[in-house]
């Protein structure tokens, strides 16, 4: 069985193909983004696509925007290498939903615009309000994208064949990667710019279509490859995984148990729960996330876009458990770690498994792979031009128009300071994931779910639901909070002092746990409540006024 991805015979198929399909999606999206151009004409365009999606419309869109690279190849992986603490993820991502429609949806889309800052300064100073969420979201937003560009380097290295000493044309491994990285970066920028929420929107829509049609297809092939006896494929998963039963027990990975050391084995555990905490509630503060709100009409069109993204992103990550076991009982551990350590080609691996199985020889497995190749493809452009088009939204709604011009800005130099932003931002990400190449993908992740939940989180709650709040406690929130989970990540085993550590050959850790949300976030909600009591600002009416807003939707724009 060949598991290596696209060696030996097939490779130079697999290769064609690959670029074929990708080319084709890149064609249409770009297609998509040049008719939504022409239909970009205000403020509210760029930003919210006129607010002209359905709820159902919507709902695929934060779906392609919230399932990026990590959900698709991440989640896969480590259900694939660790089994049942793989699942955790799956159902922290999928729980953080209810969070995001309980608390935040219907609410933020009835009192704002554009960005979160609009419900953070509607009864606030707006100057340093807006520029503390203008600094939160661009950091969180970039730690994001460095992730999904980071990889989509590697990724395309292993798909296109491009090992240490082999080249495609005339690139080897490493200029590959940077290679696909501008190019990954240039295209979510003409994303952006030409095309706006529109245009962002309607490549997020075709990327959920597809992302969910190929995990679909490879969960179904995956349970008629066991005549859908779900305990075969559980038995072989855990047989071929090299890690015998433990594999469908809890404690592999998350929450171990070290005999003797009853120290560690606590901060395993609450290290366990600092994970579920950021995970969950992190959600509920993603910048990116967040904006899709606006894009709707009405705050029934809100809710509903939740409700349909609930269904699609639930029904994605129980497909991701298929694919994970999967990729264990057929590809197997020992496999998928030969190709990637950390598990990401998992689905990759087990595509081109199914393709050999079902349609026949190489040429089968080729297919497989170049099909999902295209659609990780799809996965990582969608999401970083989402995130592109947040954090380029807030410099210029934000910083540029309420900082610096103080509300004097006309429609027109927003959006066009949005587009330059867009393309600053972009060249940012370009370089800065360039020379951040040798970096955990999942740490930066982990690490933006934490700065959202730890300083976007408390102050938009406090916003919506605390009448004593104000704008002293809004800044204290965002920049506590913002601080102590970047401070607290770089002095833990995730930067430094352990093996998988991004600097191993260093340590100045202190900090025991890798997920510092369990004390980032609280701190946020602490820094909120001190910066507030130590100020005698106070407006009741403003916040009479925003509660009306907020839960009956009157004079919402």
Not at 72 to 99: K, M, Q
Not at 502 to 508: N, R
Request: net charge positive; charged share 10%; glycine share 10%.
């Amino acid at each position: 069985m060949n598991t290596v991805l696209a060696a030996e015979a097939g490779s130079g198929t697999a290769r064609n193909l690959t670029i074929t399909l990708f080319l084709v999606f890149v064609a249409v999206t770009l297609a998509i983004t040049i008719w939504a151009s022409r239909q970009t004409k205000t403020a509210t365009d760029f930003y919210a696509g006129g607010r002209s999606f359905s709820g159902f419309q919507n709902g695929m869109a934060i779906g392609g925007d919230y399932m990026s690279a990590a959900s698709f190849l991440g989640i896969a992986g480590i259900i694939a290498l660790y089994g049942y603490d793989g699942f955790l993820y799956s159902i922290g991502f999928l729980v953080a939903w209810l969070v995001a429609l309980l608390l935040v949806a219907e609410l933020l889309r009835n009192s704002g615009r554009y960005t979160m800052a609009d419900v953070l300064a509607f009864r606030m100073r707006q100057r340093p309000v807006r520029t503390a969420a203008a600094v939160s979201t661009i950091t969180v937003s970039i730690f994001y994208l460095l992730a999904q560009m980071v990889g989509a380097g590697a990724l395309v290295a292993l798909l296109l064949g491009i090992k240490p000493g082999t080249t495609f044309l005339g690139m080897d491994a490493d200029t590959a990667k940077v290679a696909t990285i501008i190019m990954v970066g240039a295209l979510m920028i003409i994303y952006v710019t030409v095309g706006g929420m529109k245009g962002t929107t309607y490549v997020q829509i075709v990327k959920a279509f597809l992302l969910m049609t190929g995990a679909l297809v490879m969960t179904l092939l995956v349970l008629a490859k066991y005549k859908f006896n779900l305990s075969s494929l559980l038995g072989d998963a855990a047989a071929s995984s090299g890690k015998g039963s433990a594999f469908l027990e809890p404690g592999l990975r998350y929450g171990v148990e070290v005999a003797g050391n009853a120290t560690q084995t606590f901060y395993n555990k609450v290290d366990l729960l600092s994970l579920g905490i950021a995970l969950v509630l992190g959600t509920a503060g993603l910048p990116h996330i967040l904006i899709r709100f606006y894009t709707v009409p009405t705050a029934k069109a809100a809710r509903k876009s939740v409700l349909w993204a609930i269904g699609i992103i639930g029904s994605f990550y129980l497909l991701t458990l298929a694919l994970g076991f999967g990729a264990a009982a057929l590809v197997g551990g020992p496999a998928i770690t030969a190709q990637d350590k950390a598990g990401n080609t998992a689905a990759p691996q087990l595509a081109e498994k199914l393709g050999i199985d079902f349609l026949g020889g190489d040429l089968g497995g080729a297919t497989m792979l170049a099909i999902i190749a295209a659609v990780a493809f799809a996965t990582i452009l969608a999401v970083v031009a989402g995130l592109t088009l947040a954090s380029s939204s807030s410099l210029a709604h934000d910083f540029y128009a309420n900082v610096i011009k103080n509300g004097q800005a006309s429609e027109r130099q927003e959006v066009r300071v949005a587009r330059v932003s867009a393309l600053v931002i972009g060249a940012v990400s370009i370089a800065l994931s360039i020379y951040a190449q040798s970096l955990n993908v999942a740490f930066l992740v982990a690490l933006a779910f934490a700065v959202a939940a730890s300083g976007n989180l408390p102050a938009i709650l406090y916003s919506l639901f605390w009448k004593r709040f104000n704008t002293s406690g809004a800044v204290w929130a965002i920049y506590g909070g913002l601080l102590a989970a970047v401070l607290l990540v770089f002095f833990s085993p995730v930067v430094s002092g352990a093996p998988t550590s991004m600097f191993p050959d260093h340590d100045w850790h202190w900090f025991p746990l890798s997920n510092p949300g369990i004390l980032s976030i609280p701190f946020g909600f602490l820094c909120g409540w001190i910066g507030t009591m130590i100020s005698k600002e106070s407006d009741e009416e403003k916040y009479a006024e925003l509660e009306v807003r907020s839960l009956t939707g009157a004079g919402a724009h």
